[in-house]
């Protein structure tokens, strides 16, 4: 009765409906600037890194000085599972992992307090620790290139490349913007340390002076001097001529020109000649976003500005985050118009009338209007995942309102009024309508309940899926009458295409005597057999997540000790010719690595360098190169994977690993030299995660010295060493073309990188003598390491790669070693269980459901069993198609058991509404008739729905294209589920149950 007074109410107030349709639809253009646009899901943060530089100190002191008082504070603070740090040459980063349910802002709150108190604890020289998530690595949001093709405009140039890197910084949303290889010419004074040495003055006396000189100003209106007069003093020096001639007062009363006892040259640095793309210098311009802006807008706005900059020629945009989501947005935009066409072409040639191809369309659109609606009310976000889900979800949209237009056909003509045709055409699907929608999103209900670290990862995922199934839903139980109702004149009754009926059935009834004979013998055989021998047979690899493909490499390479710039600008040409010829179709960009230090410059020492390399899929054939040509004893250099912004995104994935803990870091390198000995003895794959270099450290310690005129200036010993190795910079000269001024020692007497006795190093005492280390100092050599690494204080290796056994001979006892096994196969093992647990409580919410749809207890249990025994066989199929099980397969194979509720409900009701006394081949018959064309127009819609994904995936879809896989394996099986294995269920148990 509720049903009819509806249908009627759609009959009088149609204007309202189609009012408050169109209201949605205005509301849809309006709320977009509304939509939360993300890069990636907002995941709960499991993982942080304090990044502190401790600059010139070796990894020994910085580990002693920084990394441990670090790591003890941070003991201190709740909910912090494990503690790790790194240490190498000043830098530390130490890593903090969380408990999993930790709170997140109780956490953050100590952290923050605890980071302001550090500053005070740590050593004189430390720098501000830094907070990351997630990620020891700052990676930049988008990478700009300009070509340094200025000619003779140099300083209109840097006036408009100023005014662009202004504009990028004044985006909302944009952090950060860092520049490399600008073309500026700097001046370097490079002191001549034989001269040096005998005149009475050190080189921070010359610094002194020197910065004085450099320093201008006014001194304001003077009164009673000269009315409106400003007195103005300017900088001693301004030019090249002005250094050269600058006096050094020696403190005698004589001075001595700057011109004679330094070398002034003027050059690019290092920086500038090193940043190129291809081999022609570029610049390089790194803009740093915040993780919650809308990454969208702020790749619009930089690329609005991009094309706006007339005065910057050509500039190329290197990388942009927000591409990632730009093509799965389009992507999306292709899978909705090909579902859309497609289901309108099929719909019509199925039913031969364009008007429930229409009904179908609008149907479809309003769900997704109301779809849209919900993401905005339930604060979802559009981002990588969530997109997938969606697209995932499209193609069941098309399900429910197929079903209403189907029967709503079928009772036209039968009844003289309308209204009573549509309300018995809703009445007799709107169980297996709202069974099947119900259990599809009760399904995921523990999958996004359950407290487990994977929950955040796809809840946007599960929820989309959801909403989507429950707008189809209110779409076809809203918009299917009304527009019907609209239509009612050009709605007929379907004309049903009896010959080619017949001729199915025909073929059908030859395929189901031959498939009875059969499954007698063995339907129990292909249950119960055939999902052991999938498991015995077909070997595959038990997945948490698809492996994410990697965009290309990158390459870090840094200069051994005194390496000459000029051999660093020859290994690079020959390196990229190298490169180009393997990959001549994708670029290479070259610039310095540690982009921050950009006031430490040499212009005759070689710099560390980073390399993307994009289109590289395998490292043999560049390691193969850089091996050739990177000699082992100039260069250090890895290759680190370019990972896509989803593979930055994923928690932590299992892998099998071996920690190793000793309190004595030499002591701990010895095992692992012998257990690496061992494992490629026994033809083990793997590796440590770092093996540290084993480097001198030489230290001096002061002799009793009575004369007091042979005191060592020791400042003047650091200065001479330190500028030697990295040139001081003492700031900027000139009115319009502004240079930056560099003080250095150049390498006489100096140069570590040969074998020359470091006591016959020269410097000055307090009274400006001359004398060499070795008379007031005595050296002491150790030996120390590049990189020194602790886990809860004791310092640890791990081993990565092919999973060791406790009880095996390779781990032997050792005095005072601690050794931690992970194993990727056990926690993966954890993992599936919980899904298994899940599905258990999936099916007892399914349960629960048909019990309050059908008000009885037997029939969900019938229905279940059926859906079961489908599911297994599903199953069977999908570790046959495919050599990996993970998450996406499970989440595919949940919707399948939604979609299976869906079929049988559907095909319950047709059966039960034959008359008793029937004989089972009419009952069989009527079933099929009915059952044909929805079945097969929802089969259709759902596969050409989820084939874009499958057939046009793109990097990244990896997860979403395993659930479109899984459904394109389950439906097939499903369709044959209805025809052929559910008559012979339903005929021998069906009185039974009932």
């Known amino acids: 009765m509720i049903l009819e007074k509806y249908v009627l109410s759609l009959f009088k107030h149609k204007k309202l409906h189609w009012v408050i349709f169109f209201c949605s639809l205005l509301g849809v253009i309006f709320r977009i600037p509304e939509l939360e646009i993300w890069l990636l899901p907002k995941l709960t943060p499991i993982r942080y890194y304090i990044v502190t530089e401790y600059p010139n100190h070796s990894a020994e002191d910085t580990d002693l000085s920084v990394s441990v008082p670090i790591s003890d504070m941070v003991s201190s603070v709740k909910s912090v599972k494990r503690i790790r740090t790194g240490s190498e040459h000043g830098k530390s980063v130490v890593q903090i992992d969380l408990q999993f349910g930790a709170s997140v802002a109780e956490f953050k709150d100590q952290l923050y307090q605890n980071i ?59 952090t950060e913007v860092r520049l490399q290889g600008k073309p500026k010419h700097s001046i370097f004074i490079s002191l001549k340390s034989h001269i040096l040495d005998v005149f009475p003055i050190n080189i921070r006396d010359m610094e002194s002076q020197i910065q004085t000189a450099m320093r201008g100003g006014s001194l304001g209106k003077i009164e009673g001097y000269t009315k409106d007069t400003e007195l103005k003093f300017s900088s001693d020096i301004q030019t090249m001529d002005d250094i050269s001639k600058f006096p050094i007062s020696l403190g005698n009363g004589n001075s001595v020109n700057l011109g004679q006892i330094a070398t002034i040259i003027e050059s690019e640095s290092p920086q500038e000649k090193l940043t190129s793309l291809n081999g022609k210098n570029v610049i390089y311009i790194a803009v740093f976003a915040d993780q919650s802006a809308n990454p969208l807008r702020v790749s619009s706005e930089v690329q609005k500005i991009i094309q706006n900059s007339n005065f910057i020629k050509s500039p190329i945009v290197s990388f942009d985050a927000s591409n990632e989501l730009r093509v799965q947005l389009k992507q999306f935009g292709f899978n909705l118009v090909w579902s859309l066409v497609f289901a309108f072409i099929f719909s019509f040639l199925i ?42 979800g499209i193609g069941m949209l098309f399900d429910a309102s197929n079903l209403i237009v189907f029967s709503i056909r079928k009772q036209i003509g039968d009844n003289i009024v309308l209204s009573d045709s549509i309300a018995k055409g809703i009445r007799s699907v709107f169980i297996s309508l709202f069974s099947s929608s119900i259990t599809t999103m009760v399904v995921f209900i523990p999958l996004l309940v359950y407290p487990m670290e994977w929950k955040h990862f796809f809840f946007d995922s599960g929820v989309c899926i959801a909403l989507l199934v429950f707008c189809s839903l209110v779409s076809s139980l809203w918009i299917v009458p009304l527009v019907t109702v609209s239509f009612a004149n050009s709605l007929n009754e379907a004309e049903a295409d009896l010959n080619l009926e017949n001729l199915l059935f025909s073929k059908y009834e030859k395929i189901y005597e031959l498939w009875n004979g059969f499954q007698k013998r063995n339907l129990a055989f292909l249950v119960f057999v055939l999902v052991p021998i999938c498991f015995i047979c077909f070997r595959f690899d038990w997945k948490v997540f698809p492996k994410q493909p990697i965009l290309g490499f990158n390459l870090q390479m840094t200069p051994k000790a005194n390496l000459p710039l000029t051999e660093e600008l020859s290994a690079v040409n020959e390196l990229q010719t190298k490169i180009r010829d393997l990959n001549p179709e994708h670029p290479i960009l070259v610039f310095p690595l540690n982009s921050l230090e950009t006031k430490r410059k040499n212009p005759e020492k070689a710099i560390p360098l980073q390399w993307k390399l994009i289109g590289f899929e395998s490292s043999e054939l560049l390691e193969n190169v850089l091996g050739e040509l990177l000699s082992s004893s100039k260069w250090d250099w890895k290759l680190l994977p370019i990972e896509t912004q989803v593979s930055i995104a994923l928690p932590f994935i299992p892998k099998d690993s071996t920690v190793f803990l000793h309190e004595s870091f030499d002591e701990l390198l010895k095992y692992s030299k012998e257990f690496k000995d061992k494992t490629f003895k026994l033809g083990l794959v793997g590796g440590f995660d770092f093996f540290p270099k084993l480097i001198t450290m030489e230290e001096w310690s002061r002799n009793q010295i009575p004369i007091s005129e042979l005191i060592p200036n020791e400042e003047d010993l650091k200065q001479r060493i330190l500028y030697q190795m990295s040139p001081k910079f003492l700031g900027t000269m000139g009115e319009t073309s502004k240079r930056d001024l560099y003080l250095r020692v150049d390498a006489s007497g100096i140069d570590f990188g040969t074998k020359e006795d470091s006591r016959r190093i020269s410097f000055k005492t307090r009274t400006y003598e001359t004398t060499f280390i070795g008379s007031l100092f005595t050296s002491k050599k150790e030996s120390s390491y590049s990189e020194y690494r602790r886990e809860s204080g004791l310092f640890y290796m791990e081993w990565l790669g092919d999973k060791v056994e406790p009880n095996a001979n390779l781990l032997n006892s050792k005095s005072g070693l601690s050794v931690i096994h992970f194993s990727a196969q056990n926690e993966i093992k954890k993992f599936f269980q919980i899904l298994l647990v899940l599905l258990l409580l999936s099916f007892i919410f399914i349960y629960l459901a048909l019990v309050g749809i059908y008000e009885s207890f037997r029939i969900p249990f019938f229905y279940l069993s059926i859906s079961l025994l489908y599911l297994c066989v599903a199953v069977s199929f999908v570790f046959i198609f495919f050599r990996e099980f993970h998450l996406g397969h499970y989440i595919g194979l949940i919707i399948l058991l939604g979609l299976s509720i869906d079929s049988i409900s559907l095909f319950g009701e047709r059966w039960m509404e034959t008359p008793q006394g029937v004989s089972s081949s009419r009952r069989r018959e009527f079933t099929f008739r009915w059952l044909l064309w929805p079945i097969l127009l929802n089969s259709g819609t759902t596969l050409m729905g989820i084939f874009p994904v499958i057939a046009f995936g793109i990097v990244g879809s990896e997860f979403s294209k395993a659930i479109a896989l899984t459904m394109f394996v389950g439906i097939p099986i499903s369709i044959f589920f209805v025809f052929y294995i559910y008559p012979s269920l339903f005929e021998k148990y069906l009185e039974k149950v009932l």
């Open 351 to 392: 039913y031969r009338n364009a008007v429930p191809a229409i009904i179908l369309l609008i149907s479809v659109v309003s769900s997704l209007i109301l779809f849209f609606h919900f993401v905005l009310f339930f604060s979802i976000s559009i981002n990588l995942l969530s997109l997938g889900g969606i697209s995932v």
């Open 116 to 174: 302001l108190e550090m500053k005070d604890k740590l050593p004189l020289g430390v720098e501000t620790p830094r907070l990351l998530l997630g990620d020891s690595k700052e990676r930049p949001f988008f990478e700009i290139l300009i070509p340094r093709d200025y000619g003779k405009n140099s300083s209109s140039f840097d006036f408009y490349l100023q005014q662009f890197v202004f504009q990028l910084e004044r985006i909302s949303g944009v």
